[in-house]
């Protein structure tokens, strides 16, 4: 090589390799344009079926909600009062016990945890019992209506008031997948749409046509679907005996409409095992108490704070983590709120903290109505002397539950649930008014000592409870029932085909 | 100095392989300062702002207000009181900007830091000076900022100035907003498009 070589050739040579690079830069561009064109055209790698109830198979053509919906089965965020985690409410409330005893809640009550958990919450709640075949146990196939979209599916096979027919047991086998895409969306278009008949019904029976709904009203009216209060109307024509599931809206959606229509019907879901009253048990009436909130008022969808918008790679997409905008308030509450998050949270907090203050008078206030009912009737009572009494324990126990289980309430609505708290501490006052009387009457003097039921343990003794009992048959049942409806549900599952797209 | 610099001159027999290396440097320097359209950001144009899709919202709201007409993005959101001040301004925010988008860290739901808030906050009363002043002293109330504002911005008040009130990442999904160019040349492209042809 020449030791003294020409700088203009050194510089040639520099800037040909500078261009060189340069266009190579640019080939590289259109490489990466292009391979960003295959990820961005849509092919849907699956054939999604009508009815099909797996939501992984869902996923495969939607990965990104998909992702997201998965992310239900984290249960680490408690907020002050509730969120996604398990929590015991009969330990955290012991007074609930005694204000439903005779009934399924007064066993096991737990804080829902998310759509992912719905079955498997279900098969382990002891309200559901220990049943040993498919026409054993106390809870009817109507139960596992809102659990997963292998309902429209069965609902499909069977008809509707024929898979609202029998013992929970039943279906067992069948129902295996956790709440999902089916449930909400129309398997061709993606589009919102309502999978089950008591809402359609519903707003039938109330002159509306639900098929005309926006897309904004979708948002909250696929939800509507489950987070209501309902009933099992056993008299419904052409279907008489059936546990048909039924929403209480024809007169209306507030707490006196919905009291109006059962007392006209005189249902009652359980007879209270102290006081002897005609029980209500509020469901959970979330979408009617936050139509009257101002939220609802202004358009804002369930799906806008609970599954907000999100934005990956500029390309829109719904959050299906459903889940408390408390752990969220980032992308939820933020969007149209500029206020700092400590600010926003604390405002939620003090107003279930204001609520819940006189939420706890009231439980008082029921828990002591149905313990002076009894010993008024210990002590002799007649159904005519306690008629109103009952009438008002009923009344003032609806409200709050009315109040309690719609669990968003007090921030969704906390005018409307303020004034029915307000309203049921003066119908429980006014009965143990006439109670004060009664049992005057009846010889008794002084006060009806409250019972101690500091814990769930020492409530559920109060009230009679065999929980030993009651777990051990939730054991057998877990052994043998539950391991068998898995196997024939793997199989079943199994059979089903996925086409894949080529 | 000149003996720092004869240490670093490479001897003549690795001539070729530097001139080489150099050159491959200088033109990743260059394809990078190309395809980032980084001279764009020395303008006031607004559309440099969505050279990144996550200022699509601003970008579009922006362009649906009264601002549109009179002011860009920069006349808002860097300080226009010098022009040194402006770079420097300009530089740190761009490369925190730059730096989060890289990193894929952007928020969904992107809201102004305080720096940028007195920025912006400088900028109305810099145009609007006019509102804030009382024409009977013909001078700028004093009392204004302690008495009116109480340390106030002015759209807390004005809140729907200029970007509307809902603001997220996904706030415009159907906006129409000027794409970014490709950078590959026309002329390479059809040369690529007639070689798949063939």
């Given at each position: 090589m020449n030791k003294k070589r020409s700088p203009l050739l050194n510089w040639v040579l520099f800037f040909a390799t500078l261009i060189v690079v340069f266009f190579l830069g640019l080939l590289a561009s259109s490489v990466t344009e292009r391979r960003a064109e295959q990820q961005t055209t849509w092919k849907p790698e699956v054939q999604i079926a009508k009815f099909e109830p797996r939501n992984e198979v869902w996923g495969k053509n939607y990965p990104t909600e998909y992702n997201s919906y998965e992310k239900m089965k984290e249960s680490n965020f408690r907020s002050k009062y509730n969120g996604n985690a398990k929590i015991d409410m009969l330990e955290v409330d012991p007074r609930l016990v005694v204000m439903w005893a005779g009934y399924g809640f007064s066993i096991d009550y737990n804080q829902g945890r998310g759509h992912a958990y719905a079955i498997e919450d279900l098969r382990n709640t002891l309200r559901t019992g220990g049943p040993t075949g498919p026409?054993?146990?106390?809870?009817?196939?109507?139960?596992?209506?809102?659990?997963?979209?292998?309902?429209?599916?069965?609902?499909?096979?069977?008809?509707?008031?024929?898979?609202?027919?029998?013992?929970?047991?039943?279906?067992?086998?069948?129902?295996?997948?956790?709440?999902?895409?089916?449930?909400?969306?129309?398997?061709?278009?993606?589009?919102?749409?309502?999978?089950?008949p008591a809402l359609v019904e519903a707003f039938q029976r109330q002159?509306?046509?639900?098929?005309?709904?926006?897309?904004?009203?979708?948002?909250?009216?696929?939800?509507?679907?489950?987070?209501?209060?309902?009933?099992?109307?056993?008299?419904?024509?052409?279907?008489?005996?059936?546990?048909?599931?039924?929403?209480?809206?024809?007169?209306?959606?507030?707490?006196?409409?919905?009291?109006?229509?059962?007392?006209?019907?005189?249902?009652?879901?359980?007879?209270?095992?102290l006081s002897k009253a005609p029980m209500l048990k509020a469901q959970h009436p979330g979408y009617e108490t936050y139509l009257t909130g101002v939220h609802a008022k202004r358009g804002v969808s369930c799906a806008d704070c609970h599954m907000p918008y999100m934005s990956e790679g500029g390309k829109k997409f719904t959050d299906h983590h459903i889940q408390s905008p408390l752990n969220n308030l980032e992308n939820s509450c933020m969007v149209c709120h500029k206020e700092k998050t400590a600010q926003l949270i604390n405002d939620v907090y003090?107003?279930?903290?204001?609520?819940?203050?006189?939420?706890?008078?009231?439980?008082?206030?029921?828990?002591?109505?149905?313990?002076?009912?009894?010993?008024?009737?210990?002590?002799?009572?007649?159904?005519?002397?306690?008629?109103?009494?009952?009438?008002?324990?009923?009344?003032?126990?609806?409200?709050?539950?009315?109040?309690?289980?719609?669990?968003?309430?007090?921030?969704?609505?906390?005018?409307?649930?303020?004034?029915?708290?307000?309203?049921?501490?003066?119908?429980?006052?006014?009965?143990?008014?006439?109670?004060?009387?009664?049992?005057?009457?009846?010889?008794?003097?002084?006060?009806?000592?409250?019972?101690?039921?500091?814990?769930?343990?020492?409530?559920?003794?109060?009230?009679?409870?065999p929980m030993e009992k009651l777990i051990e048959e939730k054991e057998t049942f877990k052994k043998n029932l539950l391991s068998q409806w898995e196997k024939e549900a793997e199989a079943r599952e199994a059979s089903m085909p996925v086409i894949y797209n080529k | 100095m000149s003996n720092i610099l004869h240490k670093l001159t490479p001897p003549p027999s690795w001539q070729v392989p530097v001139v080489v290396v150099s050159g491959i440097l200088f033109g990743l320097a260059l394809y990078l300062v190309y395809v980032s359209n980084a001279v764009s950001y020395l303008s006031d144009n607004p559309t440099t702002c969505i050279n990144c899709h996550v200022m699509n919202p601003q970008y579009a709201t922006w362009f649906h207000s009264s601002h549109r007409e009179r002011a860009s993005c920069n006349d808002c959101h860097?300080?226009?009181?010098?022009?040194?001040?402006?770079?420097?301004?300009?530089?740190?925010?761009?490369?925190?900007?730059?730096?989060?988008?890289?990193?894929?860290?952007?928020?969904?739901?992107?809201?102004?830091?305080?720096?940028?808030?007195?920025?912006?906050q400088q900028n109305?009363?810099?145009?609007?000076?006019?509102?804030?002043?009382?024409?009977?002293?013909?001078?700028?109330?004093?009392?204004?900022?302690?008495f009116r504002t109480e340390g106030r911005k002015c759209w807390e008040c004005h809140r729907e100035v200029p970007h509307g009130r809902v603001n997220s990442l996904?706030?415009?999904?159907?906006?129409?907003?000027?794409?970014?160019?490709?950078?590959?040349?026309?002329?390479?492209?059809?040369l690529l498009k007639s070689k798949t042809k063939n």
């Open positions: 026409d054993d146990g106390p809870m009817p196939s109507t139960c596992w209506t809102c659990k997963g979209p292998d309902v429209p599916r069965i609902m499909n096979e069977e008809g509707v008031a024929a898979y609202y027919t029998g013992k929970w047991a039943r279906l067992g086998a069948e129902i295996v997948n956790p709440i999902g895409c089916a449930d909400c969306h129309n398997n061709e278009t993606m589009e919102l749409q309502i999978s089950r002159g509306k046509d639900i098929t005309t709904a926006t897309h904004q009203e979708m948002r909250s009216l696929v939800c509507a679907q489950c987070h209501v209060e309902y009933y099992f109307d056993k008299h419904r024509e052409g279907a008489e005996g059936v546990n048909y599931l039924t929403f209480p809206w024809d007169n209306g959606q507030s707490v006196e409409a919905m009291e109006a229509y059962y007392d006209a019907k005189e249902f009652s879901d359980w007879t209270h095992k003090e107003r279930q903290d204001k609520i819940i203050e006189n939420r706890d008078i009231l439980e008082k206030l029921c828990v002591r109505l149905h313990v002076e009912a009894k010993m008024a009737w210990d002590l002799g009572a007649t159904d005519a002397q306690m008629k109103a009494i009952l009438m008002d324990i009923r009344h003032a126990q609806w409200r709050w539950d009315y109040a309690a289980a719609s669990h968003g309430a007090s921030f969704h609505s906390p005018v409307e649930i303020s004034r029915v708290i307000a309203g049921a501490i003066n119908i429980a006052q006014e009965g143990r008014i006439k109670l004060a009387r009664l049992l005057i009457e009846l010889g008794y003097k002084g006060e009806v000592p409250y019972p101690n039921i500091t814990t769930k343990t020492l409530a559920q003794e109060y009230i009679g409870l | 860097v300080p226009q009181d010098n022009v040194f001040n402006k770079y420097f301004f300009k530089a740190k925010d761009g490369l925190r900007h730059a730096t989060m988008f890289t990193l894929r860290l952007e928020p969904q739901v992107i809201i102004i830091k305080e720096a940028g808030a007195e920025v912006v109305c009363v810099r145009c609007h000076n006019e509102l804030i002043t009382d024409n009977k002293m013909l001078s700028k109330s004093l009392s204004f900022d302690h996904s706030s415009v999904p159907n906006a129409q907003i000027p794409q970014t160019k490709t950078p590959i040349p026309a002329w390479i492209n059809n």
